[in-house]
């Protein structure tokens, strides 16, 4: 078994699409469209391809980001990656192997070795433990850690049996009062964010402005929808949606203050759920839930109630750990950034 990592150019796109899109560890955050979009941002992106020797077929890799610090530091950054076969552990091993090769090429490319860390955040729910030799595990997931799957593969009778009673009640009573559901284009942007600000005010979050879901719909509008849910063509809910591979995901959501007696969020989602069902998708993600829904000091408590009313599969993902390269450094970093 041996592999050898080079640059995925454009020309590997389709097929390193296609790879991210079937590997269930991995997700759009390893996609060009999000390299694309993170680079709008002040991020530098690397895509290393891990190819099998014997055929020069592509296997695995990621993309990796790169932040850079006013003071010259900079840490690195695999969302949802790396992309390896973690479902055998001999492949992943050499994969692995041939990667670790790869990024730290890349580390001691940096002009006086300012990198403070690597940090990797794979969509698994174990690993081995050799794995992680060499790791800490980070003080921050920058991807929900804990999140609630829906199988689409059932059918709609089953999928709203599964559901808590007050799901099935709120989704029931919404329809009873007319809240009707559709899709906008990307131009109304504007009325998806005049109520997502509602919402971040409202919960007392710092929300992402205006020009992010402008740059993010503009880079990866390819796999996102937008939807909101109205009465009388008053908007009372709306949200973003990504649809890659196998998976639908809710991105970011909005609900308004008014008419909350309307239960127009839940609506909302079951036209969204059905609607992913019927384009072949196979689990719509919540995208992020409280590891215990019975928290009530946890910040997402209120969401985390929401979200589990539709039923669904809890996932405990592993989260984020950092390959340390400048202690010092790093430490200044976890300090500053997320202590």
């Not at 390193?16 to 996609?31: I, M, P, R, Y």
């Not at 990796?64 to 479902?87: A, M």
């Not at 005049?194 to 020009?211: C, D, I, P, Q, V």
């Not at 973003?240 to 309307?262: D, P």
Request: charged share 25%; net charge neutral.
């Amino acid at each position: 078994m041996s592999y050898y990592c080079s640059h995925i150019t454009q020309k590997h796109k389709d097929e390193w699409e296609d790879l991210v899109k079937k590997n269930e560890t991995a997700g759009f955050h390893q996609s060009f469209a999000w390299a694309k979009f993170k680079q709008e941002d002040n991020w530098e992106s690397y895509k290393i391809g891990i190819f099998d020797k014997k055929n020069d077929k592509l296997v695995g890799g990621c993309l990796v980001l790169q932040f850079n610090f006013s003071n010259g530091t900079n840490f690195l950054y695999i969302p949802e990656g790396p992309v390896l076969n973690y479902e055998n552990e001999d492949q992943l091993f050499w994969q692995w192997r041939a990667l670790e090769t790869a990024l730290h090429s890349i580390i001691s490319l940096k002009p006086e070795n300012l990198t403070t860390h690597l940090r990797i955040e794979p969509r698994a729910l174990s690993v081995p433990k050799w794995f992680l030799t060499g790791f800490v595990k980070s003080p921050l997931n920058l991807q929900p850690r804990h999140t609630q799957i829906l199988n689409l593969e059932m059918s709609e009778d089953e999928i709203l049996t599964q559901m808590k009673p007050k799901g099935r009640y709120n989704i029931r009573l919404a329809e009873k009062k007319g809240v009707e559901v559709s899709e906008i284009n990307f131009e109304e942007i504007n009325t998806f964010y005049k109520l997502y600000k509602t919402t971040f005010e409202r919960n007392k979050f710092e929300g992402k402005n205006l020009e992010f879901f402008k740059t993010y719909l503009k880079h990866c509008g390819e796999f996102s929808k937008i939807f909101v849910a109205k009465v009388n063509k008053q908007v009372l809910s709306a949200v973003v949606i990504v649809y890659f591979g196998n998976r639908a995901t809710y991105f970011y959501g909005a609900s308004s203050n008014e008419m909350r007696e309307y239960m127009a969020p839940n609506m909302l989602h079951w036209h969204v759920i059905k609607d992913a069902k019927k384009q072949g998708y196979k689990e719509y993600d919540f995208w992020g839930i409280a590891r215990d829904e019975k928290d009530e000091n946890h910040e997402w408590h209120g969401l985390t109630q929401f979200k589990k009313k539709f039923g669904g599969q809890q996932l405990n993902l592993i989260g984020a750990y950092d390959y340390v390269i400048q202690k010092d450094l790093y430490d200044n970093f976890i300090k500053k950034y997320e202590s």
